[in-house]
């Protein structure tokens, strides 16, 4: 049964229910203060952290929060390892949890004093895994840390452990100064993005990938907009697509300060931009017409409702997303909601103006709420739902009381087939409105399904895959395990596809679909290209490719990357204080060397942010200068020149069908009314309550 849990506005009390709302919350009435949100287990629901305010005090619950421990104190941040209850945790001694300067003068000798440490079912006082760390990460099999180095209180050291931190290696990367941050924006299928900001503050960097071990690194797009504005938070567009292996959207900041969407279908390899759909009629002024996404930039900038894509594993193919479509982002340029059934190869119109949307039942169902363009106009008590992938929707009032809408939420599970619309009514209390679309949809049967070859029927990373998905005409649930339904992948003939660009290379932006040649750097064109790693310096030899980590091909291209051990050419680690092993003169090393500084030591910090942000990004950044120093908005204050473009206003839009019969009404909708006392709005109870909810 899915699982749901309020908060109360001083988060003293907790409010429970496991029965998918259908029975009324339990009140829990804690001993503590919870400061910040809980973060729960993804192997089991029942565990969950979270901080006492009285000294940051770590506390436990292996009851779905009805009882609690306490563990440690001075507790900066925690995490949870992938589907395992075993979680790492940063303390920091000299945290300031009360009024008043901290006693302990040493936290004030620009040393870090921050331990990681951690925890499972057989080390319940917790495990020292590295000292002096500054911040750490964790994301997929990799786990991160910064470690402050011990002769310069300004430098930060990037490890990397593929192993839950038995063992470290140093991420080759440029170096960032302290005006510069690094974010790992995401791990897939043993690979890494990381973005490393400009130098400047110039609200663009690097966007790279690593190889499979997350140590070296290669240019994946040049221009990667990611404005470094602590205030407002992680500020990327970055979006993994979630219903088709390899496919990634971002955003890129061309050189007259406009922004476009650019998406890749072979994980970072290739970048496009987002192609069109053939209505409506693109401006009469954008000769280079696109589908641009507002994504979380387009929040920044003023433009009202911007929200991520939607997608899942479970519905294959299908993507929604907001955008408008011209050379670049507009503010002023209809906001439309956009769907994919192909993973974003092709796109249609959805709906007229944003809305409110959700993809649920593994893709049988899209439900969106529309959200009103006026400020002054509440929004409509409407809840539009298509069973063919966007190409038709049904519109159905889900009530005829005041009621103001506050927020859309699809149960958890793949097959889930139930939404819960949050909003108060009139007298202020809260309202919670199910609508269970499973009561009035049949199961499917074998000739729901169709066979669908993903990627077009091309090799993408190598091989073909073959999915089993639900007919567009089939207006039912899915079977039992139709999740487990695909078929076996078929390893293709290696292309230069498969190849990404080698240290020292990069690919430009491909304005239609075809694979652009690697092109060597500037700043390394002609240069020896080396750089150090497990004490050893190693001298490159390469054409500028190397296979793709995790990619299936066979046969066809290859390219030869040679490596030469010069082991005298590094300075080995001597120092053992510092918890993991680093070069100790890595300063000194960097100067001396400075190919190896153009993808050396990574200066950084890691900031983990919660999994119900856009994407799971950890925020890199020198924290304690950044506030200091005054942003430079000249270069992402605007998204485009001149001014918006003119648009044809005969667009055409899926039809919607507002009939239903009261036995549709009957047995869909139920709901109940809650007392003020529980805060489920966004930015507080459930919107407070990070992860863990499915």
């Not at 990634?248 to 050189?255: C, D």
């Not at 080698?502 to 075809?514: A, E, L, N, T």
Request: charged residues 20%.
């Amino acid at each position: 049964n899915a699982e749901y849990m309020g908060q109360r506005f001083y988060n003293t009390d907790i409010y429970i229910t496991k029965d998918s709302l259908r029975s009324p919350f339990t009140l829990v009435q804690l001993d503590f203060l919870i400061n910040g949100p809980m973060v729960f287990s993804p192997a089991n629901n029942d565990v969950i952290l979270a901080k006492n305010a009285k000294n940051n005090r770590l506390m436990k619950s292996s009851d779905y929060g009805h009882s609690w421990g306490s563990l440690v104190d001075h507790v900066s941040s925690m995490q949870f390892a992938p589907e395992s209850n075993k979680f790492y945790v940063l303390v920091d001694p000299c945290l300031n949890t009360t009024a008043g300067a901290q006693e302990d003068q040493h936290c004030y000798d620009g040393s870090s004093k921050k331990q990681l440490l951690m925890f499972d079912d057989d080390h319940g006082n917790g495990v020292l895994l590295a000292d002096h760390v500054n911040s750490f990460g964790l994301d997929g099999k990799f786990l991160f840390v910064t470690i402050q180095h011990e002769e310069d209180s300004d430098l930060r050291v990037l490890h990397i452990s593929t192993n839950g931190g038995k063992a470290w290696s140093q991420a080759q990367l440029p170096a960032v100064r302290p005006t510069e941050f690094y974010s790992v924006l995401e791990q897939s299928e043993g690979m890494l993005f990381v973005h490393v900001d400009a130098e400047g503050d110039t609200g663009f960097g690097t966007l790279y990938t690593s190889d499979a071990d997350g140590i070296v690194y290669s240019v994946s797009l040049q221009r990667h907009l990611y404005p470094n504005d602590h205030s407002m938070g992680a500020l990327t567009d970055f979006y993994k697509v979630k219903s088709l292996r390899g496919v990634y959207i971002t955003s890129q900041l061309r050189l007259d300060n406009t922004v476009h969407t650019v998406i890749t279908y072979d994980r970072g390899a290739q970048w496009q931009v987002v192609p069109r759909p053939a209505v409506p009629p693109c401006p009469e002024d954008a000769p280079n017409c696109a589908l641009n996404l507002h994504i979380q930039f387009s929040s920044s900038q003023g433009v009202d409702f911007a929200r991520p894509p939607a997608s899942t594993a479970a519905a294959t193919g299908i993507v929604l997303a907001h955008g408008n479509l011209g050379n670049e982002l507009h503010r002023d340029s209809p906001m439309d909601v956009f769907v994919s059934d192909d993973g974003g190869y092709r796109w249609s119109l959805a709906l007229q103006r944003p809305h409110y949307y959700a993809i649920i039942g593994g893709g049988a169902l899209l439900v969106a709420i529309p959200r009103s363009l006026d400020p002054l106009i509440p929004d409509e008590n409407i809840i539009k739902f298509s069973y063919d992938e966007g190409q038709c929707w049904y519109s159905y009032p889900f009530t005829d009381d005041g009621f103001q809408f506050r927020d859309l939420i699809s149960e958890p599970g793949k097959n889930a087939l139930r939404v819960s619309i949050w909003g108060r009514i009139t007298g202020g209390k809260w309202r919670i409105i199910t609508l269970n679309f499973a009561s009035v949809l049949e199961k499917c049967n074998a000739d729901d399904y169709v066979a669908w070859d993903d990627h077009n029927q091309g090799c993408v990373l190598g091989k073909k895959v073959q999915h089993q998905r639900l007919k567009k005409s089939s207006m039912c649930r899915h079977l039992d395990g139709f999740f487990t339904m695909d078929s076996s992948a078929t390893p293709c003939l290696c292309v230069n596809g498969d190849y990404e660009c080698d240290f020292g290379y990069h690919r430009p932006v491909s304005i239609d679909d075809q694979t652009l040649l690697c092109e060597e750097d500037y700043d390394l064109a002609g240069k020896v290209k080396a750089f150090c790693l497990n004490d050893t310096k190693r001298l490159v030899g390469t054409s500028g490719y190397r296979k793709l980590p995790g990619d299936g091909c066979e046969g066809g291209v290859t390219f030869d990357t040679n490596t030469v051990d010069l082991s005298a050419h590094c300075d080995p680690s001597t120092n053992d204080k510092y918890g993991v092993s680093f070069w100790d003169k890595v300063g000194n090393f960097l100067h001396k060397h400075p190919l190896a500084a153009t993808v050396g030591t990574a200066i950084i910090a890691i900031v983990g942010f919660a999994a119900t942000a856009f994407v799971g990004v950890y925020f890199v950044r020198r924290c304690w200068r950044l506030r200091k120093i005054r942003r430079n908005r000249a270069v992402y204050s605007r998204f485009t020149t001149g001014s918006s473009p003119s648009v044809n206003d005969d667009r055409i839009y899926p039809p919607v069908i507002d009939e239903f019969t009261d036995e549709f009404s009957n047995s869909v909708v139920t709901s109940r009314d809650y007392s003020d006392e529980i805060n489920t709005g966004v930015g507080g109870g459930l919107g407070g309550v990070e992860s863990g909810l499915g």
